[in-house]
Structure formats: C-alpha cells, structure tokens
C-alpha cells in the first residue's frame, strides 16, 4: 500500500522528527503507536484486509467527514485518511492520503 502524507507534521513524525512538534514530541509512545500503525497500513495490499486487523478498528466516517476513513492509534488518538484507488494497465494499486493525526472526540 502506498502511503501519501497530505501534511507536512504527519511525515515528520512518522520519521521521528518531533523537535518541532511539541505535543508529540513529550509524549514517545504515542510517536510510536503513530509509526506502528502506518506500518501496518503499508504491508496491506487490499482495503479489505483493515477489516481483518482488529487491533486498529478500521472504520469509514460519516457526517462531515463522509467520504474519508480512520484507524485508531490508541483509545485516544486516530489517523483519518482517503482512500483512492489509481489504476494503471498491469496493477491497481491503493493509495491512503493521511489527512490528520487526531483526537478523537475533540
């Protein structure tokens, strides 16, 4: 799966570059939990596999944010994402833009 960060702070901290981040750079284990979970996001190679990972309760938003999905990080925190499909002559291949690192009832 191919992974495309729509903003610049979800790249770099799944680099591990949190000096200028100060909320994620005090807090470690959520840096962690972020990259544990991307990487879990990239070995996939079907949409349809999110649901088998029950760990990350993948699921498809409603409401203002319809259209986009997430996968939790932790009780606290998720990754909302698009999914988009590009197709090309041999492979069809499914890309996840991060959208947002967010609390999530806030």
Same mark, same amino acid.
């Given at each position: 799966m191919e992974i495309k960060f729509q903003k610049t702070y979800l @790249?770099? +901290? &799944?680099?591990? =570059?949190? =000096?200028? &981040? #100060?909320? &994620? #750079?005090s807090n470690k284990q959520l840096v962690s939990q972020y990259v544990k979970t991307i990487n879990k996001l990239?070995? +996939?190679?079907?949409i349809e596999q999110l649901y088998q990972i029950k760990s990350i309760r993948y699921e498809k938003l409603t409401g203002n944010l319809k259209g986009l999905s997430s996968v939790a990080v932790n009780m606290q925190y998720r990754i909302i994402f698009k999914e988009?499909? !590009?197709? !090309?002559?041999? %492979?069809i291949i499914d890309i996840l833009e991060i959208? @947002? %690192? !967010?609390k999530h009832y806030e």
């Open positions: @790249e770099d +901290i &799944y680099q591990g =570059n949190t =000096n200028s &981040y #100060k909320e &994620y #750079k990239k070995v +996939i190679t079907q988009v499909a !590009s197709t !090309s002559n041999e %492979l959208e @947002e %690192l !967010s």
